[in-house]
């Protein structure tokens, strides 16, 4: 049972860590400058993705 535990408080610790390193070591994004998460009828063009790329007909 120790085991378990032991592991599951390790693996819990290296996360934290990690999100705590991450977030150190990185800017603070700017809310007003991100792009829409949907943009559902907003009227703006998809963009940035093969994807999203339209067929060109010559």
């Given at each position: ?39 559902l ?8 993705a ?9």
């Amino acid at each position: 049972m120790a085991t378990r535990r032991t592991t599951a408080s390790v693996t819990i610790a290296a996360l934290l860590a990690l999100v705590a390193w991450d977030l150190a070591a990185s800017e603070p994004p700017n809310i007003y400058q991100a792009p829409p998460l949907l943009a559902l009828g907003s009227g703006q063009a998809a963009s940035g993705a093969h994807c999203s790329a339209l067929p060109s007909h010559h």
